[in-house]
């Protein structure tokens, strides 16, 4: 068969010897850091501005919950997309569409004249925030040698814990002092120099394979995840006030849509053609991770959200004080990664995660304590001890997972670990807002009093906590570091092992050399097109 490598238009960078990065690939990771950075700081400013958005733009609570609802549903439909968009479309090129529609995205919203227009807005933004996380952990993975991978992977852990714990702070004193639209005029800026800055600096990484696209997949991704994540974002509301749509209705569909997807990408992975390939699930530490992530990822998200609940329904703050009483664990968690990351490549994982877990867990256990007499530093503490293990956790699991895949997967196994994220975060939520939901019913059924109440709902929540890290715990004791060498593809990359023959291709219309292994022949074209010999490899999908 015919393989065509495209190197997006620029010929792969040698890497510099010794463990230090080039410094086009320092500038490459830094852009993608600060975008990232950017959007996900803007999926958090929007917790607290949902009330004031309601009332200046005149409709219901439960229509104005559609702008956090849509943009949960477009990350899961698109997060699971891509490692097939990165592969396809290379990390130049996607750069550029993901922030191009996120600045978009932040310009309508700024401008909206009405709810509608906003909605769109938000679900433009999310069509960039969904693929930006993945294509920076992919970039890492592919041009950081393995003994540095812990570093980077700290930073990116940075970007992952203080963008979420700064968006509540930032929200909470521009409506104070500027009004809604003026979140997305901080935003939009720092966007839109992003994407100025990174379309000259974000090279292509690796090669481009363009696979052909399986349009069947797109919908039963579209119906499997969305159904699945709109599911579980109706179990808390259904909780409290019954959801718009029975929740049998949505889960039915995701369930048989998601079975339905995930079968046809085992068949079509055969071929190198699926748009999330599952393989990454034949390494048994990537599996672990997963699980670990999951519990983690929804213990995290759940308490984000019960927390500032409590300070403001219970002990009566203000948004801009329960903003700042959640910051210092979000800057703790981000501080620390770095340092865990360099921990990580030098004892590996388990001295991290065991004890990072059983931080967590002592965390958890103190939020089972609060009531309406509680100190506000209580809060402030537990939060802090909780951000404390998770990035202990956070760190070590992310690049251990994506460690143990082969280099030509880690796209999908960047992928994966989003979409494992996002499912976890609603899953999470859904979880401790029902807990919490059901408890207080029942107690102000009873007649206690609602401070009270609620108080009984957020023990409850974290007695169900920490239960769950207890299983966080378990798992993490049994995680190890991959130990599979390094060898170096694409732009100054490094990985596991490389898939067929290495293929290098010069800029422009030069021929491409190939290196003959001793079961394949491969013979170059002038148009940089290598025709390689059938071997026992697995089938290279075409490249074109």
């Known amino acids: ?104 995205g932040t310009a309508v919203a700024f401008f909206a004249p009405n709810f509608q227009v906003l909605l769109v807005a938000r679900v433009i933004q999310a069509l960039g925030t969904a693929i930006m996380l993945p294509l920076l952990m ?18 990116i852990s940075v970007v992952i814990a203080v963008a979420p714990a700064l968006g509540p702070t930032v929200s909470g004193f521009i409506l104070d002092h500027f009004g809604w639209r003026w979140i997305f005029g901080f935003v939009g800026p720092i966007a839109a120099v992003a994407l100025i800055v990174g379309s000259v600096l974000v090279k292509p990484v690796g090669e481009r394979i363009k696979t052909p696209i399986d349009f069947l997949s797109i919908p039963l991704a579209v119906l499997g995840f969305g159904g699945l994540v709109y599911g579980l974002a109706g179990i808390g509301e259904a909780a409290e006030s019954g959801a718009a749509v029975p929740l049998w209705i949505p889960f039915t569909v995701g369930a048989v849509a998601l079975a339905a997807f995930l079968g046809r990408q085992l068949a079509l992975q055969r071929h190198d053609r699926a748009l999330l390939d599952l393989r990454v699930f034949k390494s048994g530490q990537f599996s672990l991770a997963m699980v670990a992530m999951v519990v983690a990822m929804g213990t995290m998200l759940g308490t984000f959200i019960v927390v500032p609940y409590f300070a403001q329904a219970v002990l009566g703050l203000d948004p801009l004080t329960t903003g700042l009483l959640t910051l210092p664990g979000g800057l703790l968690m981000g501080l620390a990664g ?59 699991l992310m690049t251990l997972a994506l460690g143990s895949v082969e280099p030509r997967l880690y796209s999908h196994g960047s992928a994966v670990l989003g ?6 975060g609603a899953a999470g939520t859904a979880l401790f807002i029902t807990v ?37 715990i378990a798992v993490v004791a049994f995680v190890r570091k991959p130990a599979e060498p390094d060898v170096t593809i694409g732009h100054g990359a490094t990985g596991a092992d490389a898939p067929g023959p290495e293929v ?31 071997s026992a490899e697995p089938e290279v999908p075409e490249r074109v």
Not at 419 to 424: D, E, G, I, L, N
Not at 451 to 465: H, K, N, T, Y
Request: net charge negative; aromatic share 6%; with cysteine.
């Open 419 to 424: 979409t494992f994220q996002q499912v976890a």
């Open 504 to 534: 290098t291709e010069a800029i422009g219309t030069e021929a491409t050399s190939t290196e003959a292994t001793s079961t394949e022949a491969t013979s170059t074209t002038a148009t940089g097109t290598a025709e390689i010999a059938p």
């Open 338 to 396: 770095p340092i865990v990351g360099r921990i990580y490549d030098a004892a590996g994982p388990r001295v991290l995660t065991v004890p990072g877990a059983v931080i967590v867990s002592l965390g958890v256990w103190l939020l089972t304590t609060v009531d309406p007499s509680s100190s506000p530093w209580l809060l402030l503490g537990a939060n802090a001890l909780l951000c404390l293990g998770l990035a202990a956790t956070f760190t070590p």
């Open 436 to 472: 919490m939901t059901v408890v207080a019913s029942g107690q102000r059924e009873a007649g206690v009093a609602n401070a009270e109440a609620i108080s009984d709902g957020v023990q409850r929540v974290f007695l169900v906590a920490g239960l769950l890290s207890f299983v966080l």
């Open 1 to 104: 068969m015919t393989a065509h490598a495209n190197s997006d238009a620029a010929a792969p960078e040698t890497p510099p010897p010794g463990d230090r990065l080039s410094r086009a690939n320092l500038l490459l990771i830094a852009v993608l850091l600060v975008a990232s950075f950017v959007v996900i700081l803007n999926e958090t400013v929007m917790s607290i501005a949902i009330p004031v958005l309601q009332e200046d733009l005149g409709v219901d609570p439960s229509v104005g919950q559609w702008l956090t609802t849509a943009f949960l549903l477009t990350m899961a439909v698109v997060i699971p997309l891509t490692g097939f968009l990165i592969q396809r479309a290379g990390a130049r090129v996607l750069f550029i569409a993901a922030m191009s529609a996120f600045t978009a």
């Open 138 to 155: 992919t970039t890492v993975m592919t041009v950081v040698p393995e003994h540095r991978r812990g570093v980077m992977m700290g930073n």
